[in-house]
């Protein structure tokens, strides 16, 4: 298989799982330089590694294609500036692709394509380029969710969790309210969709400690209480879960035992080899850490 936007895909959901390259290419006893071309859109993977891997992901191949085919669109343009951090793409593609939505209003992919450009900009240098009028329209994408006039769908999932930075705190905290009761209570066939959810939520409950952390906490126990509703089978989401909890605590009091517990529990990762995790996890406190003021801490 050799089509770019399947290998780009993976390495998203592979990321999304915390699942190094080089375990992923041990699974199909290959290189990480074969599986990371394959990733990259530079090389070729048979279909049976292929359908391999995503039994290890525990993912269904039918609908791997089909949210690579419905869902790759939006983000097509901009997954690789996202990773090779290159916000200079990101501003020019985030700012041509708006003022060409502008002029197409019933574009709504479109849209969706310059506002997660945005969020990704943001999410590397801290600075909103988006209008008011953007986050109106973003907000107007939500709205019937957020009313209770329909259910969520996976592309709304997937847009929720990738424009979460061009979102007040308040319009955060109202949608992961409505998406755990809606998504969670769903028995979706693969883990994949499943993870996408859980993961928005996660992602959600990280920035609102930076933002409002009364919310943050708010949502966090709530999120504790349904949490019987996935099970051991999403490990690393549980433990990015723990992690929450930790940097509520630090956030709320930010002295040097609070900070002890998260570094003892970073450490403890290392133990079984979740040193992408682990790498994750740091970068958040050090977000929280410079939102604190205790750049101290940075050694």
Sequence with gaps: MTYYDYG??????????????????????????????????????????????????????????????????????????????????????????????????????????????????????????????????????????????????MKDVYVFGNTQHMMSSSEIYSLSYSLIFDGLKHEYESKEWKVAIISSLLNANFILINTDLKKAESLYKLFDRNKDKFSDLYANEKIRLAFIRGFITYSKDPNKQNRRKIEELLESLKLFNLFDLEEGLRFTLGQIDNHLGLYDYHS
């Design 8 to 153: 780009l895909r993976f390495k998203y959901l592979r990321k999304q799982r915390n699942i190094s390259l080089k375990t992923a290419a041990q699974v199909i006893n290959t290189s990480r330089q074969g599986l990371g071309n394959w990733e990259n859109g530079k090389g070729n993977l048979g279909f049976e590694e292929v359908i391999q891997l995503l039994k290890y992901l525990e993912i269904n191949p039918t609908e791997f294609i089909d949210s690579s085919l419905k869902f790759y669109d939006l983000t097509s343009d901009i997954k690789f500036a996202y990773i090779d951090n290159d916000t200079e793409y990101l501003k020019a593609y985030a700012t041509n692709t708006l003022i060409r939505a502008h002029n197409h209003l019933t574009d709504k992919d479109l849209f969706l394509k310059g506002i997660i450009a945005c969020n990704f900009y943001y999410e590397l240098t801290q600075k909103d380029i988006s209008s008011k009028q953007d986050k109106d329209r973003l907000r107007s994408f939500f709205s019937n969710i957020d009313s209770g006039d329909r259910n969520w769908t």
